[in-house]
């Protein structure tokens, strides 16, 4: 019941910066919690940034710093605003949506490409 749509990947040089939107339709008022994961080449996917419906963020300690999310509510939309971009930045992001219902249930955009060149 929740449609997640990811856009702002592409190719960015090292130092350079992007940013990503997440649009969100459906059952949003189900919604606790918006974040980003990524996940390159051979890699595991692994958190990025996470926002709860309340305003509290967290980040992983390799984007923090250089990374910031944020809500747009009137659009809902979920953005990513990445700094100071690193070629170890490369990977595939996803939006992630987790309801508050139970059983809780984590919804997935299709994913961006960021590509950050050294």
């Known amino acids: 019941q929740v449609q997640l749509v990811e856009s702002g990947g592409g190719l960015v040089q090292a130092g350079g910066s992007l940013r990503l939107s997440c649009a969100a339709s459906?059952?949003?008022?189900?919604?606790?919690?918006m974040g980003w994961y990524r996940q390159a080449p051979g890699k595991q996917r692994e958190l990025v940034a996470t926002?709860?419906?309340?305003?509290?963020?967290n980040y992983a300690d390799s984007v923090k710093g250089r990374f910031t999310i944020a809500r747009d509510n009137a659009r809902n939309t979920v953005y990513l605003q990445m700094n100071s971009l690193k070629p170890e930045d490369t990977a595939v992001y996803s939006c992630?949506?987790?309801?508050?219902?139970?059983?809780?249930?984590?919804?997935w955009g299709q994913g961006t490409q960021v590509t950050v060149s050294s």
């Open positions: 926002i709860t419906s309340g305003g509290s963020t």
């Open positions: 992630n949506a987790r309801t508050s219902t139970f059983p809780q249930y984590d919804y």
């Open positions: 459906g059952s949003i008022f189900r919604l606790s919690a």
